[in-house]
């Protein structure tokens, strides 16, 4: 079975500029999230979808962040205009629909992003 | 506000010597408490889930307990291959949000 992905590994982008990550579930996951962790610091939780609908967003820092799962399937985070502080690792999790596991979260290896 | 609280923040251990981390947390209404397992480069990896105080789970030479108040990640006999960020995470009620610690940055020596 397929884990979690995301695309890319790696972007570096200039203050201002938009950049798009996407994250790929694990196959039959209605749960995925967002997270992310900025230097120096810990995980910090962004958003939660439940198949396309969002459930949770308390963690989304402001307005610049978008999120989407349109189909239900992969989902996209969107940050226009990056900051500076936008820099440091976002990380996709998800977690099938079972009740029992449903708590238990897989990650994706993330995907570093550095604004200069 | 969910709090976790990882000591220490990095451990040293000669192969074969046994240790525990340890994971304190403050949370209203917990749902489980959460081991993870993160390499350099890579995501977290999960190990365990413990839903009650008392409860312990095992994975090789891993064995996680909770009590109302803290979980500890016993670690019998490690190998080099061990070595890892081991984070602790908590999720409250029925919110699936998960809430980490800093983590334990462990090193084990050949």
């Known amino acids: 079975e397929a884990g979690v992905t995301q695309f890319p590994s790696h972007s570096v982008i200039e203050k201002g500029q938009t950049v798009t990550l996407r994250c790929d579930p694990i196959s039959g996951h209605d749960n995925l999230y967002w997270y992310r962790r900025v230097m120096g610091k810990e995980i910090k939780f962004l958003l939660h979808f439940v198949k396309e609908s969002k459930q949770d967003e308390s963690g989304m820092p402001n307005n610049r962040f978008l999120a989407e799962r349109t189909g239900g399937t992969y989902s996209t985070l969107k940050v226009q205009p990056a900051e500076l502080e936008d820099s440091g690792v976002y990380f996709c999790a998800s977690s099938n629909r079972d009740r029992a596991s449903s708590y238990e979260q897989y990650f994706g290896p993330g995907t570093r992003l550095t604004v200069t | 506000e969910d709090q976790v609280t990882q000591s220490p923040e990095a451990l040293r251990l000669q192969e074969g010597e046994s240790s525990s981390l340890n994971c304190s947390y403050t949370v209203s209404g917990l749902r489980g408490l959460f081991w993870y397992r993160q390499d350099p480069g890579k995501g977290p990896e999960f190990l365990f889930t413990?839903?009650?105080a008392g409860e312990e789970k095992e994975k090789e030479r891993l064995k996680a307990t909770l009590t109302k108040k803290e979980s500890f990640l016993h670690i019998t006999a490690p190998k080099p291959e061990d070595s890892a960020t081991y984070l602790c995470?908590?999720?409250?009620?029925?919110?699936?949000?998960?809430?980490f610690g800093s983590g334990t940055q462990l090193t084990v020596l050949p």
């Open positions: 995470a908590v999720s409250r009620g029925s919110a699936r949000q998960l809430t």
């Open positions: 413990l839903y009650s």
